[in-house]
Nanobody, 123 residues
Framework: QVQLVESGGDLVQVGGSLRLSCAAS????????MGWYRQAPGKQRELVAG???????TYADSVKGRFTISRDNAKNIVYLQMNSLKPEDTAVYYC?????????????????WGQGTQVTVSS
């Protein structure tokens, strides 16, 4: 069973940067589409960014131009580089296995929502 462990969250000031990491177990990591989700207090969980095994990416409109998702298949890690952070980026961030068909991206029922990593942007 695939296990995903998120890290890298922190308290940062507006305009700052953070890099989140998601370490995955399992030999099939390189063929999986991976995604970062976030959930802010009182809000629904939303997809922030996704990356396919071939490097195709997708981003929420709210983070385009500020966040970059990448992956290192040799290390089984997916990253989320977050720049120009805003208070509205404050949330718990999670990584999960996804799928996509070129236009739609969706969550796969593999694994579960872990503890995530807390990102807090202070003004």
């Amino acid at each position: 069973q695939v296990q995903l462990v998120e890290s890298g969250g922190d308290l940062v000031q507006v305009g700052g940067s953070l890099r989140l990491s998601c370490a995955a177990s399992g030999s099939t990591f390189s063929i999986n589409t991976m995604g970062w989700y976030r959930q802010a207090p009182g809000k629904q969980r939303e997809l922030v960014a996704g990356i396919s095994s071939g490097g195709t990416t997708t981003y929420a409109d709210s983070v385009k131009g500020r966040f970059t998702i990448s992956r290192d298949n040799a290390k089984n890690i997916v990253y989320l580089q977050m720049n120009s952070l805003k208070p509205e980026d404050t949330a718990v961030y999670y990584c999960r296995i996804m799928s996509h068909d070129g236009s739609r991206w969706w969550l796969l029922p593999i694994g579960s929502w872990g503890q995530g990593t807390q990102v807090t942007v202070s003004s």
